[in-house]
């Protein structure tokens, strides 16, 4: 009822308090900047001993619409504490926050940990600090594209290893107090403890381990943005000395000889960049036949070419790392075993300094009290949902008012995303049906050059193709950084953008980038699927000379669309003195 009370809610447009969305309207102005009385009469943010529900009403009038409307209110059966609860508070989890304030709802927030979650606190962001001062490090050492542009270092570079490390703890700090600061100031409630749900509608919340002695709250919708943790196989202890996982590596608290990196996906493959320019000597352990395994593969040969072969990097693929006994620093190297992935026979060993667990992550979910509601995580742990973000209980049916976003739910496991699907499970529970198109979303590595990419790989979008029955209407077109100005002004040009389209429709299936700024330049692809743009409406797109940019343009300016059927249409004569203009020639 109430999720159709705060679709008519969205529909009021009075004056300029409403924003208009794609699809629909939603309050734009904060809870705090709405006058006490009025936010009451709506039923938002009532005191918890006097909630109510809404129904708005329209009577027919011959004035304005703004003002033919007439408000109502009905006791409601059920009083809750907020709108919404959110369980966690990552990057997805402060989205949907500031997302569900906009639309009007009173929302608190349960952190058991750090605002910011992983991406902020242990992930992306400090990653990225390592990334930037080691590649400048990088970047100072490469004598010769120095000397390609005319300058010369004197004497050797040298770099700090403790305070390239303080940089990206106090970025990481810096971030999350603006998170924190960003919540506070719309008014939404933060809660500090562990979490557990207590039904569909209550959360209790405390100390870890004694969360059903702590407080307890309610809200009419429930959402689980509780995040991931690095993976470790078995047969891997940690120590997060000499056997870590990125949690550790993110610190930088020693630089080893030689680190053996388990894993070459997107967290081995940025380690190995900052590793690499700051000395060390790495070696992948990938049980994939090939490094890079889920990029696509002429993109990842390319990888291979510019982000391994030349450094101190060498690799073995299709073993697993089966047993791993963990050193001490400057005394006894970590011993590694290796298995054959087809045979499981022992097929070699390693001595190492260090080792870097790098083989993805899995969902944080233990204990969140999922049979109070009925359901239960997969065997891998991730909380089953269907595209409404909504959770579902053994019996694959929806569990009403539960989302579950993020890594939490393994639909794709990356910051933004989890951003965006709480954006869309806002959308949901406020009554305005919303599907995110996970294809649309972006990824990269950001290496040096970087990798990215959105939508299917040239082998998922040949399969796929395969099974719609469009195989020979489906074309790859290419383009090389060799060919853009900026990138010749930087000596930079080695890289290669690719797109995969129909021909017959303009539809665009994948883009896949390595080089400068590639993670940057991806988002116009992005942007064009996710708004269901083709190869035809992006050929009048004009781009800045000379920038990275012109890499895309004139990756669609050089794909072929078949012309429609239909005889092309004679120009509208816009202009009364063009009126003797001749249409041009078919």
């Not at 944080?364 to 909380?383: K, N």
């Not at 949902?385 to 008012?401: A, G, S």
């Not at 083709?534 to 009048?540: G, H």
């Amino acid at each position: 009822m109430l999720n159709a009370q705060r679709t008519q809610l969205g529909q009021l447009s009075a004056q300029s308090a409403w924003c208009t969305l794609p699809h629909q309207t939603c309050p734009r102005k904060t809870q705090q900047s709405r006058p006490q009385a009025w936010r009451s009469s709506l039923g938002l943010i009532q005191p918890r001993w006097q909630q109510a529900q809404c129904v708005l009403l329209t009577k027919a009038s011959s004035r304005p619409a703004a003002h033919r409307r007439e408000l109502r209110l009905q006791t409601a059966a059920h009083s809750y504490d907020y709108d919404l609860i959110i369980i966690g508070c990552g990057v997805g989890g402060h989205g949907a926050a500031l997302h569900a304030v906009e639309c009007g709802l009173k929302v608190a927030v349960l952190e058991g940990h750090d605002v910011g979650g992983t991406c902020v606190n242990r992930g992306c962001v400090p990653s990225k600090a390592l990334l930037a001062a080691s590649g400048r490090v990088r970047d100072m050492k490469n004598a010769m594209h120095l000397k390609s542009l005319g300058i010369k270092v004197a004497g050797n570079v040298e770099f700090d290893r403790q305070s390239i490390a303080d940089h990206a703890n106090q970025l990481a700090s810096s971030i999350k107090g603006n998170l924190a600061r960003s919540l506070e100031a719309l008014g939404v409630d933060m809660l500090v403890g562990a979490a557990k749900l207590a039904g569909p509608h209550s959360v209790k919340y405390g100390l870890p381990g004694r969360v059903d002695v702590g407080g307890e709250i309610t809200g009419q919708d429930i959402m689980i943005a509780t995040g991931s943790v690095p993976f470790v196989p078995p047969g891997i202890p940690i120590d997060g000395k000499t056997v870590f996982t990125s949690d550790h590596a993110l610190k930088m608290d020693w630089l080893p000889k030689w680190i053996a990196i388990i894993g070459s996906g997107y967290i081995g493959l940025e380690f190995s960049d900052v590793y690499t320019a700051l000395g060390s000597e790495v070696t992948f352990v990938e049980a994939m036949p090939d490094l890079m395994p889920g990029f696509d593969k002429e993109i990842a040969r390319m990888a291979q070419r510019l982000l391994i072969n030349p450094r101190s990097i060498d690799w073995h693929t299709n073993v697993f790392a089966t047993k791993v006994i963990p050193g001490e620093p400057g005394v006894k190297p970590v011993i590694i075993e290796l298995t054959d992935a087809k045979t499981k026979q022992v097929v070699d060993s390693l001595e190492v300094d260090a080792c870097l667990v790098a083989t993805g992550r899995a969902p944080y979910t233990q204990g969140l009290g999922l049979s109070a509601i009925g359901a239960a995580p997969d065997r891998r742990g991730f909380v089953p949902v269907n595209d409404y973000m909504q959770v579902l209980d053994e019996k694959n049916k929806v569990v009403p008012h539960v989302y579950c976003i993020g890594d939490a739910n393994g639909k794709f496991m990356l910051a933004h995303a989890a951003s965006a699907q709480g954006i869309s499970a806002v959308e949901n529970m406020c009554g305005r049906p919303h599907v995110l198109d996970h294809l649309s979303v972006p990824a990269a590595a950001f290496t040096h050059p970087e990798v990215s990419f959105v939508g299917h790989t040239e082998e998922a979008a040949r399969e796929a193709a395969q099974k719609g029955g469009f195989a020979d209407k489906l074309a790859v077109t290419k383009t090389s950084f060799k060919a853009n100005s900026k990138a010749l002004a930087e000596k930079e040009g080695e890289g290669l953008a690719k797109m995969m389209y129909r021909k017959d429709t303009g539809e665009i299936l994948g883009v896949h980038i390595i080089g400068l700024h590639a993670a940057d330049l991806i988002h116009e692809a992005s942007n064009a699927m996710s708004t269901k743009q083709t190869v035809q409406d992006l050929k009048f797109s004009v781009h800045t000379h000379p920038t990275l940019s012109e890499v895309l343009d004139e990756l669609i300016k050089t794909s072929h669309v078949d012309p429609p059927a239909q005889k092309r249409p004679e120009p509208k004569v816009l202009d009364p003195k063009l009126k003797d203009l001749q249409p041009l020639p078919a």
